[in-house]
T-cell receptor, first 114, second 112 residues
Framework: EAEVAQSPRYKITEKSQAVAFWCDPISGHATLYWYRQILGQGPELLVQFQDESVVDDSQLPKDRFSAERLKGVDSTLKIQPAELGDSAMYLC????????????FGPGTRLTVL | SQQGEEDPQALSIQEGENATMNCSYKTSINNLQWYRQNSGRGLVHLILIRSNEREKHSGRLRVTLDTSKKSSSLLITASRAADTASYFCATDAGNQGGKLIFGQGTELSVKP
């Protein structure tokens, strides 16, 4: 069964450093989402792509976060510089065309900022 | 900001018992979904109920939706130790673009 792939699974970094996370959605899924999940809370959407275009990035802290999906397939989320409060799980999800109701999540990247 | 409140925040039961989790939300919706998350892992979609539906079943799962009260419940019958996980409700907040707004989650522990 096809799955959303994310790497790395775990990342430890020091504050002020740059970090990047990678996501490969299920093949053919046009919609891709990045969520941030702080421990003990539900996921919160950071950015949504439709193919290579950003549909919603209203909750993305644009002074330090950036996201791209250049060819409309895989995507990278970057944080520069990382801050202590960025410690969280970063989840990627994708939806098939015309079925945005259901999202398929990857295993996530656990970020710890020291 | 998060859409909903989930109740209880944590629930501990014995294997074989039923588990009920509740979710309340604030805005009108097109649908409401429930997801499960094992510790440190991604979310798995369990069930979706549309705003014109009142009840839906899937295996040992039963979901109800009361749009007049802006609330939903998830019932897991005959629970198993493997059901131990966090359960989240998510709404689309009435938009068509797929954006989901999640609740805080209920942490379920099923003791063998």
């Amino acid at each position: 069964e096809a799955e959303v792939a994310q790497s790395p699974r775990y990342k430890i970094t020091e504050k002020s450093q740059a970090v990047a996370f990678w996501c490969d959605p299920i093949s053919g899924h046009a919609t891709l989402y990045w969520y941030r999940q702080i421990l003990g809370q539900g996921p919160e959407l950071l950015v949504q792509f439709q193919d290579e275009s950003v549909v919603d990035d209203s909750q993305l802290p644009k002074d330090r976060f950036s996201a791209e999906r250049l060819k409309g397939v895989d995507s990278t989320l970057k944080i520069q510089p990382a801050e202590l409060g960025d410690s969280a799980m970063y989840l990627c999800a994708s939806s098939p065309p015309g079925l945005v109701d259901t999202q398929y999540f990857g295993p996530g990247t656990r970020l710890t900022v020291l | 900001s998060q859409q909903g409140e989930e109740d209880p925040q944590a629930l501990s039961i014995q294997e074989g018992e039923n588990a009920t989790m509740n979710c309340s939300y604030k805005t009108s919706i097109n649908n409401l979904q429930w997801y499960r998350q094992n510790s440190g892992r991604g979310l798995v979609h369990l069930i979706l109920i549309r705003s014109n539906e009142r009840e839906k079943h899937s295996g040992r799962l039963r979901v109800t939706l009361d749009t007049s009260k802006k609330s939903s419940s998830l019932l897991i019958t005959a629970s198993r130790a493997a059901d131990t996980a966090s359960y989240f409700c998510a709404t689309d907040a009435g938009n068509q673009g797929g954006k989901l707004i999640f609740g805080q989650g209920t942490e379920l522990s099923v003791k063998p």
